[in-house]
């Protein structure tokens, strides 16, 4: 894998990006939001200056005056058809309303000439006059368009003559754009900053998670199909890779005792097919070395049976294999009285006893349960004295079936044992007596593939009771 593109990479790269991108979307946001807080304080600066100078004028205060430039902002003025003419044009045109005395009184001082404007007539220079002339409002403020670096206003208004002009007072926007740039120049720079370290954090972080991921990884290396024994380590902290190593750690425990019973089943099959055609081997050896004191019918009789518990072998394994890879298979219903009548038909050793108190059908594979039910018959009327006894029972709701011998029974602690492969409990039992111990294995192994239990017990005959359980009649 080339690492340049591991997780960790890709990882830290995902992360760096959508960060920055966030955080340039969300200064793009600030920087417009206060750049529009900004603009809307210069404009509101402008209004509340146009709106004091409008209200001294209202009352009689000298409106020239405080039409001076100040640190907040200029004053303009328009005429009637809202051209803008100067300062003098708006003076004199107040002027012409009338001498002072009719509506025009010295109040405070003007000095004109300080500005570098020329007085008007009348007026010498470093004349101290003042115009007081009532104003009043007509219509509401206007926004004037004077240009794109500044925000102006301008409220029309009515003089006592009925002479109508505008009255305007302009912000520069130059501070706002300084402070946006200001603004904009810190992001820059520690944008990048931050980016860069969001990516080292993070690379920093999955790197740390990741370790026990990599120890993982190398230990599994290691684990080989001939050697299961090893195990990943299991991290101390208690998150989705610790249970991630204790999951596999629990799949190689499982697959290691699947692989050792494989071993075993394999080393057992191979003894117990060995036999069988080892003993027909040497029989037939026997018979050819001296074939004019050979007894051919009954070595072939022999070879027979040897044959014979080979074929059951096979079949059993073969039985074994079909349960472990398909399970349950093909169901139908079955009629389990039925059936153990089938099964007990067949030619035993003892007598079978059956005994059925009540008509159960259950949903399962008939071959598989049919095999169950014949080695259980098998194995008791290998090992009974004189009497088996099958009987078909519901307990507890539960189709229930019981198989009792009259033979010596099987020791408590051996009563699990039995149901292993290759078991073989009785050691005077030999082959000839007996089948290859998968007998019992298989009907553990078929109660399990349809969801039922296997128990051997006490029979009330004096020996072993060995009872299937089946799942819930139909």
Known sequence: MNRRFGIRTRLTALVTIVFTAAIALGALAVVGYVEQRLVANTRDNAEALLADYLDNAAQGAPIVATAEPN??????????????ITQRQYIETLMSMGPPGAGADVVSELHLSQRGETPPAGAEDEQSIAISISATPVGPIQDI???????????????????????GVANSLQPV????????TILWIFLPILAA?????????????????HSITRQT?????????????????????????????????????????????????????????????????????????????????????????????????????????????????IDLSELISHETGRPHHTAINTIVEDQIRVTGNRAHLARAVRNLIDNADQHAASNVTVTLI???????????????GVPAEQREQIFERFTRLDEPRNRNDGGAGLGLA???????????????TESPLGGARISIRLPGPL
Not at 71 to 84: I, R, W
Not at 149 to 154: G, N, S, V, Y
Not at 177 to 184: L, Y
């Open 394 to 408: 519901r307990e507890d709701d539960v189709p229930t079936i019981h198989v009792d011998d009259d033979g010596p």
């Open 442 to 456: 298989i009907v553990r192994q078929v109660m399990q593939s349809h969801g039922g239990t296997v128990q051997c």
């Open 71 to 84: 640190e907040s902002g200029v004053f303009f003025y328009l005429d009637s058809d809202g051209n803008q």
């Open 145 to 167: 368009d004077l240009s794109h670096e500044t925000i102006a206003l301008a409220q029309r208004v009515r003089f006592i003559d009925g002479t109508e002009m505008y009255i």
């Open 177 to 184: 754009a300084e402070s946006i740039t200001a603004i904009q």
């Open 221 to 333: 290396k290691e684990i080989t199909a001939t050697n299961l024994s090893g195990r990943v380590p299991v991290p101390e902290s208690r998150d989705d890779i610790a249970e991630l190593a204790t999951t596999m750690n629990d799949m190689l425990t499982r697959l290691d005792e699947a692989q050792l019973r494989q071993r075993q089943f394999i080393a057992d099959a191979s003894h117990e097919l060995r036999s069988p055609i080892a003993a027909s081997q040497s029989q037939l050896e026997v018979a050819l070395a001296h074939p004019e004191v050979a007894d051919w019918p009954t070595t072939a009789k022999h070879v027979l049976h040897e044959q014979t518990q080979l074929g059951d072998l096979v079949d059993a394994l073969l039985a074994l294999t079909s349960l472990d890879e398909q399970g349950i298979g093909a169901v139908t219903d």
């Open 197 to 213: 370290g969001v990516g080292a954090l993070t690379y920093a972080t999955v790197g740390r998670v990741l370790r026990p991921v």
